[in-house]
């Protein structure tokens, strides 16, 4: 009987793995997340980042709710077997937007002089991208 690639990976007591989504044209980090081994899984098997969100309790296939999704082109895992690292395109109603804030990256607060400064400008309204206001990060 073969191994299952999944049982290469460190899941944590929750089972859980953390997982950035990473931009494959430009390199940009787009997004940090959870998943399970069955959101693992359907990645794999669809070609579109699933999530698994914390806060919902659920499987989250990005852009369920916006439009945006994720193609993925590459899972990679890192040294330690405990993180994921997926290389996607960013595709949907609004393409080049991963943030559930409408921005193209979560990651765009900078440290600056003892404060966070916003350096990425939103590119489309949250309230139009989703059916409803999202009451916690879609990530989570």
């Not at 953390?18 to 359907?42: C, H, T, Y």
């Amino acid at each position: 009987m073969t191994k299952n690639w999944l049982d290469d990976i460190s899941w944590d007591d929750k089972g859980l793995v953390p997982v950035i989504a990473q931009e494959a044209a430009s390199g940009d980090v787009l997004m940090f997340a959870w998943m399970n081994r069955e959101a693992l899984q359907k990645t794999a098997e669809l070609g579109q980042a699933v999530y698994y969100s914390r806060s919902r309790g659920r499987l989250w296939h990005k852009g369920e709710e916006s439009g945006n999704q994720q193609t993925v082109h590459e899972i990679r895992l890192d040294c330690d077997n405990d993180v994921i690292l997926l290389k996607v395109t960013q595709l949907g109603h609004e393409p080049g937007i991963a943030c559930h804030t409408g921005r193209h990256s979560c990651f765009f607060s900078v440290y600056k002089d003892g404060q966070w400064v916003v350096t990425e400008p939103v590119l489309k309204d949250p309230k139009s991208m989703y059916k409803q206001t999202p009451g916690k990060h879609d990530h989570e």
